[in-house]
Structures are given as structure tokens and as C-alpha cells.
């Protein structure tokens, strides 16, 4: 009965459809009525663009109802933060906004200690101060949405082929993750734009632009700095025409742009706003620490060198901890090294990009919910070279879920109840630890690039 529902739901979207592509529809028609022996494939071309159209069409329909959704739950935040005991909308929205505030005042948005990103965040958000509250959510929804297109851009042109890229695009418009966090007020879904972007010029090997539009996520936030690498390598590997002194022309043209727009945006700000923009949206990220909301590995330890007698030097203190950031920093390090050897071709480029991403995510030091967007948001555009069985799929993702489950439950009771469950949380981050690599592995041994068809 399941399935019967399912294709009465698809037949009741096909007017609508083919309403939208009935200019295609009328030349495939025309041909065939042309047609006086019509014989297989006669009409193939017209066919296509029609079928292609209607695809296009589903995808628009989709993110109308993906946008929608996620206006609903922009909606639904505000009711629940106010009778809700846990709050839906994350903490830091309220500074975006003040943020925000600032800046329209011609104040520094780093003003208040806790604004740890680029300025344009701030101008981003000038509507939540000058419009409604609510308008930075539907901002970072609006990016999330048009994340799901440059998903189908990608997978189709990897792929070439519309039906899986439609449905990989469906599977970041309606996933749980991906629709909380935008609705929360979270902004790694518009540095995750960029870096798709990005993505999709290099693969067309444009590379003045893949630079640029990397370049701006690594403003945005600095974590897509880990990808520069895997982009350089990938230069134009499939180039026929005096390969080797192109290959050398692509890499710099592609560094060149790169720098020059980092350059030219840290700078700029840097003038704007002094040493605390640097101190702020660069320095702090790199010696960050965090005791909660943390699923990382590395959470306890970090609550166990919270606390540091006075008797203890301050010379001391600094060299243990570049030792300790030494130790965490090391192997993600050499794991990203290792994943850039083995998937060093454009074709590869997207999974590429997804372990660095996942390896970086899982081995950092501050791991909270919004960072997995980071590896998630690549997924898609890589699926249809995945082969998974049904029940490994359920598997993968009850047990993911299950897990951060578990750690928010012992999380909840420490931050909310005060029950002293340091210990617990550990255990559960450890745990966690291990399934993420369970899935990582999983992925890596099931990947198949030979479905990729574009580009090689």
C-alpha cells in the first residue's frame, strides 16, 4: 500500500510538471506527430529536453517545499524558545544580531567578545535588526535551499544523469540535519554554498573562479582551508593539449585567485577593523576550547586542563599545551595527507573533499552539531557512487543517530539537571568516535568511481 500512496503522490505532481515544461512537451509532440513510421528513437533529442525539463521542474517544486518547511520551523522557533525549557534557536544567533546592531551603528561588531566571525556575517544579518528577528533564519534557509540546486548542478554533470541527480538534491532538502540547523539560525550553510560553488568551477575547470569562491568560504570560516589542497592537486589533470605546461598554468592560476581574495578580504577588514577582526575570526578558532556542547574526543581532557593551579607556570602551561594541540593536530593531518595521495584526481575531487572533511570533523578538538553540515552538505554530491544495501543504510544511520542521541541525553543531564555526568559524556563521545569511523570505513570500502561518467 506504501508504494501504491507514493506513486498516487507523484501522478498528482505530473500536471504540474508538465505545466511548467509545455513548451518542450509541444516540440517533442510536434515530432512525433511528424512522424508517419514513428520506429525507436525517432524522437530521442526532443524527448530528452523534455524529460530533462520536467526534472528541472521537480527540483524547483522541491525547494519551494523545502523553503516553506524551514519558514514554518523559523516560524515554530519563536513559540518554542519561549515555553520551552531547552531552547530551539542556536546561541549563536543572538550575537549575529548584535552584531548586526553594531555595524548598522558604524560600531565594530567585535566589540562584544563573543562575535568570532567575518563581518559579512554581520551585514548579513542587518535585517534581523532593521526588518524582524526572524530574518536571518529565513537568510540562512534561502542558502540551504539554493545548496540543494548546486547539489543537482554537481551530480549532474558528474553523473549525467537527472534522476539521481534530483534525488540527491531531495536528500539535503528534506533532511532532519540539514533543515534544524539552518532553521536554528546557524550560518555554515552559506560557507557550504561557497564551497560547492567552488566545487562545480573546478570541475568545469574554471579555476580563476573556484579559487575566488573557496577563498570567500575560507573567510566565512576557516575550515575549508583543509580543501585548498585537493583543489591544487586536481588542477586540470585531464587536459590534452601540452598537459604538463597547462597542468602548471591551471595550479597557479588557481593559487593565484585563491590568495588574492583571502588577501584582499583580510585586508580590507583588517583596515575596517583592526587587530581584534584577526584575533577574532582566525586566532581564536585555532587554540579554541570547549567543555560542553563538545562531542569531540577530546572534550574530558579539555574539562581536565580547565582548572590550573596558580602554582603551576605559565611556561609550563604554554608548551603543554602546544604539545597537546601538537598530538590532536598531527594525526587529522596526516590522515587528510593520506586521503589527497589516494584520491588525487578530478574525478575522485567530491569524496575527496568529504573524508578530509569527515576526518577533520571527527579528529577536531570542538565538535558540536552544526559541524557535521561541514561533511554532510558533500554527501550528497557524491552518493550515486556508493553502493549500499537498504539494510546498511538503516544501519548507518540508526546507529548515528542513536549514538548522539545517547551523548545528549548524559549532556542534558549535566547542563540542565547538574548531575555530574562528566564521565558519562566522555564514554559517549568515545563511542561516538568510533562509529563515525565505522562509517567512514564503510563508505571508503563500498566507493566506486566508475559510475562517475562525466568526468575523467
Known sequence: M??????????????????????????YASCVASQEDIKQNACVNEFQQFRN??????????????????????????????????????????????AARDVIAQRSPYDQQAYRYSPLIA????????LHPICGKIIASIFDVYLAYRIYRIVLLTFNNPKKALQCAQIWLYAPLSI?????????????????????????EQYVWSGVLLAVSVHLRLYPIIFLLPFLVTCNQFSSVDRLKYTYKSKLTFLASFVVTVAALTGAFYYIYGYKFINASVLFHVSRQDIKHN??????????????????????VLDSNLTKNLVIILPSVALQLAITIKYNTLKHLPFNLFCSAFVFVILNKVLTAQYFIWFFSLLPVFLPSIVLSTKKVAAIIGTWIGMQALWLFAAYLLEFEGYDTFIYVHACSLLFYFVNVWILVTFINTYN?????KVD
Open 449 to 453: 568511481a566508475q559510475y562517475v561518467k
Open 53 to 98: 525539463c520536467v526534472l528541472r521542474a521537480a527540483v524547483k517544486l522541491g525547494t519551494n517545499i523545502g523553503l516553506l518547511i524551514r519558514i514554518l520551523l523559523c516560524i515554530y522557533s519563536n513559540f518554542h524558545d519561549k515555553y520551552f525549557k531547552v531552547a530551539y534557536t542556536d546561541v549563536d544567533y543572538k550575537v549575529f544580531t548584535y
Open 180 to 204: 534544524i540547523i539552518c532553521t536554528r539560525g546557524n550560518v555554515d550553510s552559506i560557507s557550504s554554498v561557497f564551497i560547492l560553488l567552488a566545487l562545480l568551477y573546478h570541475l568545469k
Open 123 to 130: 551585514y548579513l544579518f542587518t535585517p534581523n535588526v532593521l
Open 2 to 27: 506504501d508504494a501504491v500512496t507514493k506513486a498516487r503522490t507523484r501522478l498528482r505532481m505530473y500536471p504540474r510538471l508538465i505545466a511548467e515544461c509545455r513548451h518542450e512537451g509541444k516540440i
Open 295 to 316: 562531542f569531540s574526543l577530546y572534550s574530558y581532557l579539555q574539562y581536565l586542563d580547565a582548572y590550573v593551579p596558580e602554582t603551576v607556570s605559565k611556561n609550563f
